[in-house]
C-alpha cells in the first residue's frame, strides 16, 4: 500500500479522487493549499505527491521546488492546463509526470504505480564510468566521491541508460522503459528529466560526458 498525498483544492475533485485512489489500494491523505500540504510532508512523509497545479496561495509549480529542494518524493502534476508551455513548466520544476484534467481515476492511478515502480530495487551492483558511480542495489549515485541527489525518474532514467553504454535509446523506448508508456507527444518527459540529470552530474552543459544526445535517434550513455 502506497502513502500517497493529494495536494488539491476543488473539493469535489479531491474528495473524488481520494474515493477513487483509495478503493486501488493506496493510503490517502489530502491538503487544499500547498502550504498545508507542505506540512503534512514535513511530519509524516508520502511516497508519493499528487499535485495541481492552480492551488490558491503558494502555487503547485512553487510547491513542486519545495519538494525537489528538500529530498526525492517523486511527484505528478496534476492540471488543468495541457498546453505545451504549461507542462514543461510543470517538469522543469521537477515533477516525475503529469496527468491533464480531467483525469480517469485508473489512468491515474497507472500513472501512480508506474513512477513508484521507477524507486524499485534492480539486482545489481556498482556501475562505475569515469567519475560517477551507479550503485543499482543501494539506489545511490555519487560524482567523485560526493553523493548525487537525484528523483526517481531522474534515478531510472540513468539506470536504464547506463545499463548499455553506447546503445542508443530514441525517446519512445525510454518512454516505454522510464516512464511506462509511450505516446510520443510526451517526449518533453524525457528531454526534460535529461535536462535535470546533466544539471547534477555532467562536469559541462555544453558537452556531456556521460548522457550524450545523438541528433534525429535519441540519447546514449557515454562512451565515457
Not at 118 to 125: C, H, L, N, T, V
Request: hydrophobic share 40%; aromatic share 4%.
Amino acid at each position: 500500500m502506497a502513502r500517497l498525498l493529494l495536494i488539491e483544492d476543488d473539493p469535489m475533485v479531491r474528495r473524488g479522487l481520494e474515493l477513487a485512489l483509495s478503493r486501488h489500494g493506496h493510503d490517502m491523505r489530502t491538503a487544499d493549499t500547498g502550504e498545508e500540504g507542505l506540512a503534512l510532508l514535513r511530519t509524516a512523509p508520502s511516497d508519493l505527491v499528487v499535485l495541481d497545479v492552480m492551488l490558491p496561495g503558494m502555487g503547485g509549480l512553487e510547491v513542486c521546488r519545495r519538494i525537489r529542494a528538500v529530498g526525492g518524493t517523486p511527484v505528478i502534476i496534476l492540471t488543468a492546463l495541457g498546453d505545451d508551455f504549461d507542462i514543461v513548466g510543470g517538469l522543469a520544476a521537477g515533477a516525475d509526470d503529469y496527468v491533464v484534467k480531467p483525469a480517469q481515476p485508473t489512468v491515474l492511478d497507472a500513472r501512480v504505480r508506474a513512477v513508484l515502480r521507477r524507486s524499485s530495487p534492480e539486482a545489481g551492483g556498482a556501475r562505475v564510468h569515469g567519475d560517477l558511480c551507479v550503485d543499482t542495489t543501494a539506489l545511490t549515485v555519487s560524482l567523485r566521491g560526493e553523493p548525487v541527489s537525484l528523483t526517481p525518474t531522474e534515478l531510472r532514467l540513468l539506470l536504464v541508460l547506463s545499463r548499455s553504454p553506447g546503445r542508443v535509446f530514441s525517446r519512445r523506448r525510454l518512454l516505454e522503459e522510464v516512464w511506462e508508456h509511450d505516446y510520443l507527444g510526451d517526449s518533453r518527459l524525457v528531454d526534460n528529466c535529461v535536462q535535470r540529470l546533466r544539471a547534477k552530474i555532467e562536469p559541462s552543459a555544453t558537452a556531456p560526458r556521460y548522457v550524450q544526445t545523438v541528433r534525429g535517434f535519441g540519447y546514449r550513455f557515454g562512451p565515457v
